[in-house]
């Protein structure tokens, strides 16, 4: 399960806030978002449990379920309490879909290889990482998680800026090919997005997704070799 959220909540305003793509958190800004500056919202320990209630029923019961009659429900609490502090279901689904984007890029650490051999095992086991680190929850936020993705350029420009990142390193060293960088960073992105969004939408068993991804994943990369 997902940490509470209160590391991507800004008390202060009472705005969500979103991973930029050098790992900042800023405060969203979608036009669709209402301006926070006079949002009388509570924030406050209610809030907090309000969005890990919405999290256990989202992740046993699946994102497309929650609603918020059974946030009440769960918690026997009533209307008002709910939209004093949020807008509707879609802004804790924001909150708890920013908050695992947050803990899977934190768990891309990056590391100085000796050799050839060590960079590919280290971008294999990394990217593999980040997979199993997402599957299980987005097995349950898998439409929610799919459509954000698609259409969230902060986290297409965040992975692609740290793969160009491991190109030029790679580059430098002599590790791979001459390769066209920006192309590259591109390609990687669309097989290991499509990749995961795929083995998700199909319910692959997780064991069987990392197992044939760090197959055609390594396969990939052998192509890059120097």
């Known amino acids: 399960m997902l940490k509470p959220y209160h590391p991507l909540f800004d008390t202060r305003t009472g ?8 790992g ?6 979608d036009s669709r978002q209402a301006d926070t500056k006079n949002d009388d919202r509570i924030r406050d320990e209610m809030s907090e449990k309000i969005i ?32 004093n502090r949020f807008r509707n279901i879609e802004e804790v689904l924001e909150i708890i879909y920013s908050n695992m ?8 650490t990056p590391e100085q290889t000796n050799s050839a051999e060590e960079f590919f095992q280290h971008v ?28 969230s350029q902060s986290n297409y420009n965040w992975w692609y800026t740290e793969i160009r990142k ?21 390609a990687i992105w669309c097989f290991c997005r499509g990749y995961n969004a795929d083995a998700v939408g199909r319910h692959l068993p997780m064991d069987l997704a990392v197992q044939n991804f ?6 990939l990369l052998d192509g890059m070799r120097a």
């Open 214 to 219: 760090r197959y055609s994943f390594s396969i």
């Open 15 to 22: 705005g969500i806030q979103y991973p930029t793509e050098d």
């Open 52 to 83: 890990e209630v919405a999290e256990q029923l989202a992740t046993t019961e699946g994102a497309g379920t929650l609603t918020v009659r059974k946030i009440l429900q769960t918690m026997e609490i009533t209307n008002r309490v709910f939209y």
């Open 124 to 151: 294999i086991d990394v990217v593999t990482r980040a997979l199993v680190m997402s599957y299980e929850n987005k097995m349950q936020f898998n439409q929610y998680v799919f459509e954000n993705d698609s259409h």
């Open 166 to 186: 491991l190109i030029d390193y790679a580059k430098e060293r002599q590790y791979i090919k001459n390769i066209d960088s920006d192309a590259m960073s591109y």
């Open 101 to 108: 984007v947050v803990k899977i890029r934190k768990s891309i």
């Open 24 to 29: 900042e958190l800023l405060n969203n800004p």
